[in-house]
T-cell receptor
Framework: AQKVTQAQTEISVVEKEDVTLDCVYE???????LFWYKQPPSGELVFLIR??????QNEISGRYSWNFQKSTSSFNFTITASQVVDSAVYFC??????????FGQGTRLTINP | DAGVIQSPRHEVTEMGQEVTLRCKPI?????LFWYRQTMMRGLELLIY????????DSGMPEDRFSAKMPNASFSTLKIQPSEPRDSAVYFC?????????????FGDGTRLSIL
């Protein structure tokens, strides 16, 4: 069965701190995709990044970086020098051949000024 | 470019009433998904369409729920009769093609409250 676990329910840090959001997934498929979405207080879901199962290169986009490790079935997300605007719920999700997205339960991140 | 458009943004109605949620996918996208978000169950896929045809409705909770996609630019999710436990945020999403590698783009959601 396909499953995504985000063990951190809530994280609270002070602005400018670095923070890492954990994501662990389960799948028996060899070809799959992992995604991160952001849900700010306004409620919409915003796509952040996609990674396929054959590409373990880390990715950096500004203050955001993602670390994909197949050996530990993890796809972690790090925000460097966090800002108040980063406060949101972040979801990790898994997609495989069925064109379905399975979401984790989300991590609520609060950045305090 | 316009994103996925959902209406209404908020709906408050009494138990037993029919509720219709609407979605306009991104132009050119041929896959459409309906999700429900609750505190208890998180984000759940209800149903999805490819080229206006329902592919998987295994997530639809009960016969009270139905979804249609009469054309490529419009879909509805109906609940009849509605119950308080249907209160949730309902999201519509669309994506290009039928491949599972495409990111889904979400609308702003409809916050539904059944009294």
């Amino acid at each position: 069965a396909q499953k995504v676990t985000q063990a951190q329910t809530e994280i609270s840090v002070v602005e400018k701190e670095d923070v890492t959001l954990d994501c662990v997934y389960e799948t028996r498929d060899t070809t799959y995709y992992l995604f991160w979405y952001k849900q700010p207080p306004s409620g919409e879901l915003v796509f952040l990044i996609r990674r396929n199962s054959f590409d373990e290169q880390n990715e950096i986009s500004g203050r955001y970086s993602w670390n994909f490790q197949k050996s530990t079935s993890s796809f972690n997300f790090t925000i460097t020098a966090s800002q108040v605007v980063d406060s949101a719920v972040y979801f990790c999700a898994l997609s495989w051949g069925a064109q379905k997205l399975v979401f984790g339960q989300g991590t609520r991140l609060t950045i305090n000024p | 470019d316009a994103g996925v458009i959902q209406s209404p943004r908020h709906e408050v109605t009494e138990m037993g009433q029919e509720v219709t949620l609407r979605c306009k996918p991104i132009s050119g996208h041929n896959s459409l998904f309906w999700y429900r978000q609750t505190m208890m169950r998180g984000l759940e896929l209800l149903i999805y369409f490819n080229n206006n045809v329902p592919i998987d409705d295994s997530g639809m909770p009960e016969d009270r729920f139905s979804a249609k996609m009469p054309n490529a630019s419009f879909s509805t999710l109906k609940i009849q009769p509605s119950e308080p436990r249907d209160s949730a945020v309902y999201f519509c999403a669309s994506t290009l093609g039928r491949r599972f590698n495409q990111p889904q783009h979400f609308g702003d959601g409809t916050r539904l409250s059944i009294l």
